[in-house]
């Protein structure tokens, strides 16, 4: 495990996405970016809750943050097939850049209250709906098919990496000199990740390829016919549905049961960890093995480790379960997306992939409040082995049909009801 990590880790650094001019810059962008993100995750809950009524005013920021977060992914979808991935991730970075800063001057001068902080709780929730569609839109107009899975390899890398890294750092901040210079950070970050975005160099030949594909495939089309998208979408609500009840839900409560916050730590460290790792892995290439094997075989690792997690004998035991689960999760989730970017038509890529996320995050207020019930009734032990059972099942279901179990990455959408393996151009 650790030859190949180090092996996955070893990439040339002139070949590949690395030879993109402005890829290695904008990778470096995104991990500075998420450690600025994590800083504020850490700031603006330690400012609301700093004055009377905190928690009810927290949750109603949050909350304001949420919808419209949530709102604008479609809204960012249609702008970014519009306009293009980068104009879109750029405008939405300067714009967060001048908030976050605003919310650090406030955070000195006056008194959190809801009437200035939901207003740009509302602003910075619609610029990151409308910031995640591009992201996932962005490689594909910038990379090669050849060179795709190794470029969402590295952006979730260096996120993850950033997100683990960014809680010590805003910590650091916040107790030496209060929220208001962490929130500065953040501020800063925006705009680095806006100048390597900046930087970053887009093919012009992409985008007349999705002007001549725009005459050929409409949306309509590819969300009722696509059998494929259809099975993902099924299979990533039950994925996700299953996820948040673990992580959110069920395992903090089985910490709290046995292993105390400590052991909670040391468990979340694993997720984060194995989260790396898998994002790691996922750049490697398995000869004769079909992409839909490999996610059935990650699938099955997935539910048999968290359907062990209270029956390891300990914390050692339940930390290497959720460890091996989270790298089967990293690991699934780029190959995945990377056979969804490149099977969308390419002028409808960012619409497919809002559609996916909608997907994937609106089971979040389901899954918690299920996992909750579960957990209340039937005690946090039975949880797991029934999110173990419905991740392989969902996993094993998708495979079951020859539309998923026969597509691998590069192949395209035509406007066929099944997708036609090896088909060129981004409409089929």
């Known amino acids: 495990m650790i030859r190949t990590l180090i092996a996955a880790i070893k990439s040339p650094l002139t070949t590949g996405p690395m030879a993109v001019r402005g890829f290695p810059r904008l990778v470096a962008g995104q991990f500075t970016s998420s450690i600025g993100d994590m800083c504020t995750a850490i700031a603006l809950p330690w400012l609301i809750l700093s004055v009377s009524g905190g928690p009810v005013l927290l949750g109603s920021v949050l909350a304001c943050y949420g919808i419209s977060r949530a709102v604008t992914i479609p809204l960012g979808g249609i702008l970014t097939d519009r306009y293009g991935a980068r104009p879109i991730m750029l405008s939405t970075d300067l714009v967060r850049c001048a908030l976050t800063a605003l919310l650090g001057v406030l955070a000195y001068a006056v008194t959190p209250s809801f009437a200035w902080l939901a207003p740009i709780a509302l602003v910075l929730g619609a610029c990151g709906g409308l910031f995640v569609p591009a992201s996932f839109a962005l490689l594909p107009s910038v990379l090669s098919d050849?060179?795709?899975?190794?470029?969402?390899?590295?952006?979730?890398?260096?996120?993850?990496?950033?997100?683990?890294?960014?809680?010590?750092?805003?910590?650091?901040?916040?107790?030496?000199?209060?929220?208001?210079?962490?929130?500065?950070?953040?501020?800063?970050?925006?705009?680095?990740?806006?100048?390597?975005?900046?930087?970053?160099?887009?093919?012009?030949?992409s985008a007349d390829?999705?002007?001549?594909a725009e005459q050929a495939v409409t949306f309509r089309a590819v969300l009722f016919r696509g059998r494929f998208l259809q099975i993902?979408?099924?299979?990533?609500?039950?994925?996700?549905?299953?996820?948040?009840?673990v992580s959110e839900v069920a395992l903090p409560a089985l910490a709290h049961r046995d292993y105390g916050a400590g052991g909670y730590g040391t468990m979340l460290a694993?997720?984060?960890?194995?989260?790396?790792?898998?994002?790691?892995?996922?750049?490697?290439?398995?000869?004769?093995?079909?992409?839909?094997?490999?996610?059935?075989?990650?699938?099955?690792?997935m539910g048999l480790s968290v359907a062990l997690v209270p029956f390891t004998g300990g914390l050692a035991g339940a930390t290497v379960c959720i460890t091996a689960f989270s790298v089967a999760n990293g690991w699934s989730g780029?190959?995945?997306?990377?056979?969804?970017?490149?099977?969308?038509?390419?002028?409808?890529?960012?619409r497919v992939m809002s559609v996916m996320l909608l997907a994937m995050s609106g089971t979040f207020p389901i899954s918690a409040a299920l996992s909750g019930w579960a957990v209340d009734r039937l005690g946090v032990s039975v949880?797991?082995?029934?999110?173990?059972?419905?991740?392989?099942?969902a996993i094993l279901w998708a495979v079951t049909h020859s539309t998923f179990r026969n597509v691998n990455p590069g192949d395209r959408y035509t406007e066929e009801l099944e997708p036609v393996a090896g088909t060129a151009g981004p409409a089929g």
């Open 383 to 393: 949880l797991f082995p029934v999110a173990g059972c419905a991740i392989a099942v």
């Open 334 to 350: 780029i190959v995945l997306m990377t056979m969804l970017q490149l099977w969308a038509p390419r002028h409808l890529l960012a």
């Open 209 to 212: 390829q999705d002007r001549d």
């Open 146 to 205: 050849a060179d795709l899975t190794a470029g969402n390899s590295m952006s979730s890398t260096a996120t993850r990496l950033g997100s683990l890294l960014g809680p010590a750092l805003g910590g650091i901040l916040i107790s030496a000199f209060g929220p208001g210079p962490a929130l500065f950070v953040d501020a800063a970050t925006y705009l680095v990740s806006a100048a390597t975005l900046y930087a970053l160099a887009v093919p012009k030949a």
């Open 232 to 245: 993902v979408l099924v299979t990533a609500a039950i994925g996700n549905l299953v996820y948040t009840g």
């Open 270 to 301: 694993g997720l984060s960890a194995g989260l790396i790792a898998g994002s790691l892995l996922a750049r490697l290439e398995w000869q004769g093995l079909r992409s839909a094997y490999l996610l059935a075989i990650l699938g099955l690792v």
